[in-house]
Structures are given as C-alpha cells and as structure tokens.
C-alpha cells in the first residue's frame, strides 16, 4: 500500500495483506531406537550395553541370578536406570534398592510412568497358577540423591480382581496416542486376556477383558512361553502350554481400545504349526521367529504364509528378544554368549542366526531375557497456524529430540498431493480456497515398522477485501489524512504499519509512500 505526492496534492493508493497471528503446538509420537533399552541385565549376572549399530558390550552392573523373568529400564539419554529379577530391584550400580524385596516374585516389567517424568512403574505376578493378580511398585529416579527408590505407599499395590489366578504372560503396548501403555496377561486356566491402562492417571483399576483363544493347560509346574507384541502393536503372539504341549497363537490388537480379536491383521495366519516355547517379531513385523527347547530356530514369513524356513538345528533356546538396534538376540545356554539374528528382515538364511556370537563377559546366558513394550513413547513438538487466509502459505514447524532417522508424511486435507519429507523440520502449504481442512502428519520410522498419525484441523479464511482509506484523498502541503483499511477488513484483525506502529488507522502529515500489513 503506498500514498505517494505530487506537488501540492498527495494521492493515496493502497492494498494490503492479512497478518497471521494464531499458533498451534501439537504432541506427536516419532519412533526410532529406544534408548530405554540401551542397558540389559539378564541370566546369571549377565549384562549387556548397546552403543548404536555397533555389538553390544558386556558389563559387571549385575549382581543378580535371573531365573523367572528379567525387567530393566534406562532413561532417554540410555542411562541404566533400575533392573529386577522378580524378586528384587536394583539401581544403576546394582544395589537394591531400601525396601525392595517383592513378595510377588515373578516375571517382571518396567515402564516409564506416562505424564510423570522421572517416575517409573515395576509390574509384577505371582507365582504362576496361583491367585493375587498383576502388581505394580511406583518408583523415583531422584530420590538417593539421583540412585532412585521406591514412593511409600506405592509398593506392590494389587489390581483387582485380586483373586485372579494368572499365568506367566506378561507384555505391554503404546497405546495409539502414543503417550499410554496397556499392560496385558492371561488367566491361567481360561481363555481370558486383561489389557490395563496406564495413563496419567494412574494404572486402571479394571482391565479391559478379551474371550478368545485356547485354554492353558497348567499342569503345577510351569506354565511357560512368552506373550510378544509386534513392533507396531498391531498383534499380539502367544506361546502357550496345552495338553502338555506348548503351541502358537496369534492375535489383533485395538491399541486404542485394549480388545484383542481372534483375526491377526493384514491376513496374518491365526495359528502357526510349529510348537515353540518363545518367538519374536521382526523390526518390520512381517517375520516371526519361534524356537523350541533342544529343537530347532525357525523363520516363518507371515505376510505370505509361507512353509516355515529352518534355520538352526537342535539349538537349547529358550528366549528371543528384539534389541535396541533392531537385531535378535537369544538364550541357547551357551558359554560363549547370547545367539543374534543379523538381519531380522530378511527372508530365509539371509536374516544371518549365529549361535554364540555376543560375549556376556563373566555372567551366563541362561533362560531369561528382559521384557520390554514394543515401543517406548516419543514426543516432538509442532508448531504452526491454526487459521490461514486463502493464498497465503502455512509453516508447520517439527522439533524433536529424539535421534535416528524418521519420514514424515503431510495430507494436506485439500486434495492436493502429499508432501513426503525424511528428518524433517518443517512443512509447507498453500491453500488456494478458503474452507475447514483437517491436516494429517503421519510420522514413520526409518524401517516402516511403526507410523502414527496426528490430525488437526485449520481453518483457512478468503483472503480479506482491503482498501487503504482516506478522507480528503487530495489534501495540500501542511495539512494531515487518517489512513485506515476500509470496512471490510475482518474482526479481530491486527495491523502493522511502514513504521511498525499497529493501531487500526495511522495519521499521514507528508507525501510519501504507506503501506499496511
């Protein structure tokens, strides 16, 4: 917008452009490596620390023998935090913790307490087959001066039902708003799952109850097997012991609703022949790996259902987890080391299982490995404007701080082609009509196991009808003329001047040249 003047006269010309003054933050979930697992501790005294790509390195933080389950987690930065056989808890420098001996003494798990940083939540079982239901123990990481501790009052509070009587299945998903946690187990004597919900809120007091699948067998020994969510939370494998056999089960998840249903996704098979005693997902989800006993290590491709792919022979192993850096690890009770799975993605002999092949230094790989969900929660934060004007571009900025390679996916709402960026720190439109548009960000890991996706929707206003103002429009040296941008310019619109002033009019003494944001 200008005014410009010629000798005695000024003439006033003028448009203007609409100021953008709305900004919106959003929480999104990104996923990459999980620092939270950077740290083992596992079998008989054993350790393990994972550094990136490279081979994890033994340590001598483990004091403890493992023999029903093992739980540790560490913080965002991957500082070992507490570990637990089950039967204690620990801190960093592997002492346990005032007060913490658990009655409960059985397979334990760790999470990070949603919406309570630095507070962390120990879930633990009875004794399989017999009745107490699950348990959790809140701790503190900045008590002890930085050691961590247990909150009083809050130590292996029962959840009801307490006359639950469970068996040694115990997992945890992210919930879909990536910020919660369901915590699942399975009745010990009917075909019965209960998701809890973890939230900020607390721990559920009821579960959410899911009837399907074959009844355990439990014959006052062991129940056995492992229950493994898949890397997207999407399904749910279970080994399971019946009629003294154990066998392989596999479920859908709701993560947003806690339900299981008895139709694995993408027409994943519902039960798989071979018997095994534990199994894992791959970082991609689409293998399964399952072993049994003095048996064999198996492979088998769920995406094509494919006959199942050999790849180790009477091996003893006992358990397989997904690691921080996306191979396999597993148990074979052999001296020299925990087995590995090079490349869990690839089909057949490709994927590269070793026996032996990562050293635990002066500890034991025995039976038991660490439970962990399938994916720790991230946040990053977005920000950008909640309403536009039609023509006018918009900025969505991304910051995270969290590591690792990620793809970002902007639906636009308008019909116009996404815009698909990798580590990005922004994104940009232009809405050419004004209208309600619902923006979908779609945030994916470098491997395309896990995606989620956060809606919001902006409102894009037609482009204002402005006029630079002014009443006389000639006026001669001396005199002065109020500017204004006319009577169409919306309600609730802010102004900027050529000299950075912002009141709605602005008082011209001279010719010269005006303009208005």
């Known amino acids: 917008p200008r005014i410009s003047g010629t000798g005695s006269r000024v003439t006033l010309l003028a448009m203007m452009k609409p100021l953008l003054t709305f900004l919106l933050t959003l929480t999104i979930v990104v996923a990459q490596a999980q ?10 005294r054993a350790a393990l620390h994972f550094t990136g790509t490279a081979a994890p390195v033994s340590s001598a933080v483990n004091p403890l023998y493992h023999s029903l389950g093992s739980a540790v987690i560490s913080d965002s930065t991957g500082q070992l935090l507490f570990f637990s056989n089950g039967q204690v808890i620990c801190d ?20 990070d307490a949603p919406g309570r940083p630095g507070y962390y939540l120990l879930f633990t079982l009875p004794v399989a087959g017999t009745a107490g239901g699950l348990h959790y123990t809140l701790l503190n990481r900045w008590l002890r001066a930085g050691l961590g501790g247990m909150v009083g009052g809050q130590q292996e509070v029962p959840l009801p039902p307490g006359c639950l009587a469970l068996s040694g299945h115990l997992a945890a998903v992210r919930h879909t708003n990536g910020h919660d946690y369901w915590v699942i187990v399975h009745n010990a004597y009917a075909q019965e799952f209960y998701s809890y919900l973890v939230s900020a809120n607390g721990v559920a007091a009821l579960p959410v109850t899911s009837r399907l699948g074959r009844r355990p067998f439990y014959d006052g020994y062991s129940l056995g097997g492992r229950l493994r969510p898949s890397p997207d939370g999407r399904t749910l494998a279970l080994v399971v012991r019946n009629a003294g056999a154990f ?11 806690g339900n299981l249903s008895s139709r694995p996704p993408d027409n994943f098979p519902s039960t798989i022949t071979p018997a095994c005693i534990d199994a894992e997902f791959s970082p991609d989800g689409s293998k399964l790996y399952a072993a049994y006993g003095s048996s064999d290590l198996y492979q088998l491709d769920l995406l094509h259902n494919a006959p199942r792919t050999t790849l180790l022979r009477s091996v003893n192993i006992a358990e397989l987890q997904r690691g921080p850096d996306g191979k396999i690890y597993f148990t074979d009770y052999n001296p020299a080391g925990l087995g590995v799975i090079q490349a869990p993605n690839a089909a057949g002999v490709a994927c590269g299982a070793q026996r032996g092949a990562v050293s635990v230094g002066a500890g034991f790989p025995t039976n038991v490995l660490p439970v962990f969900p399938n994916a720790f929660s991230r946040r990053a934060t977005v920000a950008g404007p909640a309403a536009l004007c039609a023509g006018e571009a918009g900025r969505w900025l991304v910051t995270t701080n969290v590591a690792g390679d990620y793809a970002c996916q902007w639906n636009w709402g308008d019909g116009s082609a996404e815009t698909r960026t990798t580590n990005a720190t922004a994104g940009v439109h232009h809405y050419t009509r004004p209208g309600q548009y619902k923006i979908v960000l779609t945030i994916c890991d470098a491997g395309g196991g896990n995606c989620w996706q956060v809606p919001q929707a902006v409102e894009v206003a037609p482009a204002p009808t402005v006029r630079l103002e002014s009443e006389p429009r000639t006026l001669c040296f001396g005199q002065t003329v109020r500017l204004s941008a006319g009577d169409q310019v919306p309600l609730g619109s802010t102004f900027r001047w050529q000299d950075g002033s912002t009141a709605p009019t602005y008082t011209a003494t001279a010719a010269g040249h005006y303009w208005v944001e």
């Open 35 to 44: 620092p939270e697992a950077t740290n083992w501790t596992f079998g008989n």
């Open 247 to 257: 066998g392989l089960e596999l479920f859908g998840f709701d993560a947003a609703t």
């Open 92 to 111: 960093r420098t592997g002492a346990v913790l005032p007060g913490g001996q658990l009655a409960t003494q059985h397979r334990p798990l760790l999470l």
